[in-house]
């Protein structure tokens, strides 16, 4: 048995934390390569190298995010977690963490031969929008209490925008053949053209 009870105010001032640094970390994943095609530059190409750390680091700060929404679900506070998070919210949730671990277990040179790089792309493709719309749905259910989220989701947005912008630039049979997947593969790594390439 616990002797205690975590201090509720504690517990939800870790999610909102992590949910902060796991939102970051998402967006410069998910705009890498965007920005190394449409800005190239020595800052943006070191993103772009360390894409697949970064998308770890993100798995590792939404973990940290689920282990303490779990803390409040079941043993600081169930009754306000229940009117906070409604069951839509989580399932989308859900969701969104299975593609974070499906993508997360299959950041490695292996997976990528396992899979085939077809495979493997569609599948960081999908989950990193489906992380994408969790983030937004997140933001969009809070604004009429919280304007403030306003903010939050207009840069979710601009990021899916920027993606728009640099797969437009690059010639159809390169979009089609890579779609842009959060978490870089280093198994065959290609250059970067001017026009840009979907990594």
């Given at each position: 048995m616990i002797?205690?009870?975590?201090d509720v105010?504690?517990?939800?001032?870790?999610?909102?934390i992590?949910?902060?640094?796991?939102?970051?970390?998402?967006l410069?994943?998910f705009?890498?390569?965007?920005?190394?095609?449409l800005w190239?530059?020595?800052?943006?190409?070191?993103?772009?190298?360390?894409?697949?750390q970064?998308?770890?680091?993100?798995?590792?700060?939404?973990?940290?995010?689920?282990?303490?929404?779990?803390?409040?679900?079941?043993?600081?506070?169930?009754e306000?977690?229940?009117?906070?998070?409604?069951?839509?919210?989580?399932v989308?949730?859900?969701?969104?963490?299975?593609?974070?671990?499906?993508?997360?277990?299959?950041?490695?040179?292996?997976?990528?031969?396992?899979?085939?790089?077809?495979?493997w792309?569609?599948?960081?493709?999908?989950?990193?929008?489906?992380?994408?719309l969790?983030?937004?749905?997140?933001?969009?259910?809070?604004?009429?209490l919280?304007?403030?989220?306003?903010?939050?989701?207009?840069?979710?947005l601009a990021?899916?925008g920027?993606?728009?912008?640099?797969?437009?630039?690059?010639?159809?049979?390169?979009a089609?053949?890579?779609?842009?997947p959060?978490?870089?593969?280093?198994?065959?790594?290609?250059?970067l053209?001017?026009?840009?390439s979907?990594?």
């Amino acid at each position: 048995m616990i002797p205690f009870t975590p201090d509720v105010d504690d517990i939800r001032l870790l999610i909102r934390i992590t949910a902060r640094s796991s939102m970051l970390l998402f967006l410069l994943a998910f705009t890498a390569s965007a920005v190394a095609r449409l800005w190239p530059s020595a800052r943006s190409r070191w993103m772009l190298r360390h894409r697949r750390q970064i998308g770890l680091m993100f798995w590792a700060s939404h973990v940290v995010h689920a282990l303490a929404i779990g803390a409040l679900a079941v043993w600081a506070a169930p009754e306000l977690f229940a009117q906070l998070t409604p069951l839509p919210s989580r399932v989308l949730g859900g969701a969104g963490y299975v593609a974070l671990i499906a993508m997360a277990a299959t950041s490695n040179d292996r997976a990528v031969a396992w899979l085939g790089r077809a495979r493997w792309q569609r599948l960081h493709s999908w989950g990193a929008h489906l992380i994408w719309l969790v983030f937004v749905m997140s933001c969009v259910k809070r604004i009429p209490l919280q304007p403030v989220y306003t903010a939050p989701l207009l840069v979710l947005l601009a990021a899916m925008g920027l993606r728009w912008w640099a797969a437009r630039r690059q010639p159809a049979s390169q979009a089609q053949a890579a779609p842009l997947p959060l978490i870089k593969a280093s198994m065959t790594p290609a250059p970067l053209p001017p026009s840009g390439s979907s990594s």
